[in-house]
């Protein structure tokens, strides 16, 4: 009898977990698949300001489920992508975009990646010249008498 208790129990404690999770779902009502598709897109590309690299379709955060309705809001009054990350980097920052803008102060994020190519290709290309002229250079006569020594004794062993 206790037995089967204890099993009526956890079956409801399993039965009300699943509902509180089912609970956490949003749904979103889009009459235009373009629509939805920008929904997604614009979910997908913003980060949660609370979480660490997550993005706010998949943050349970608070803020990120006000963002989400901000988005579906504003899009549902015909507000473009564009304008809709304009409003969120005003009211968040620049840090919720995964892809931050080309600006001036975000010109060394762009930048510095390229020019430490640049930098590591023009080492490169000194090193490889400077093999080039070392191993070019002539012989010394002290060089040329002890490499002919050492030819001469080879010979005669």
């Known amino acids: 009898m206790a037995l089967i208790r204890t ?8 039965l009300v977990a699943g509902t509180v999770q089912a609970a ?18 614009l979910t997908a590309s913003m ?20 963002m989400r309705d901000r988005i579906y809001l504003l899009l549902q009054e015909g507000v473009s992508d564009i304008e809709i990350r304009d409003h969120m980097v005003q009211r968040f920052g620049d840090y919720i975009l ?11 994020l762009w930048g510095l990646p390229a020019g ?21 250079q002539a012989l010394s006569e002290e ?11 080879e010979r005669t062993e």
């Open 47 to 66: 980060r949660c300001p609370t979480c660490e690299n997550q993005a706010i379709n998949d943050s349970d955060a608070p803020v990120s489920a006000d």
């Open 98 to 108: 995964y892809n931050p803008r080309l600006e001036g102060r975000t010109f060394l």
């Open 24 to 41: 956490g779902i949003e749904v979103r009502e889009f009459d235009d698949p373009v629509m939805e598709q920008r929904y997604r897109s």
């Open 116 to 136: 430490l190519v640049v930098l590591g290709a023009i080492v490169v290309v000194l090193i490889v010249r400077s093999r080039k002229t070392a191993s070019a």
């Open 7 to 14: 099993l009526l129990a956890t079956l409801v404690l399993l």
């Open 143 to 153: 060089e040329r008498a002890r490499l002919q020594a050492l030819i001469n004794r």
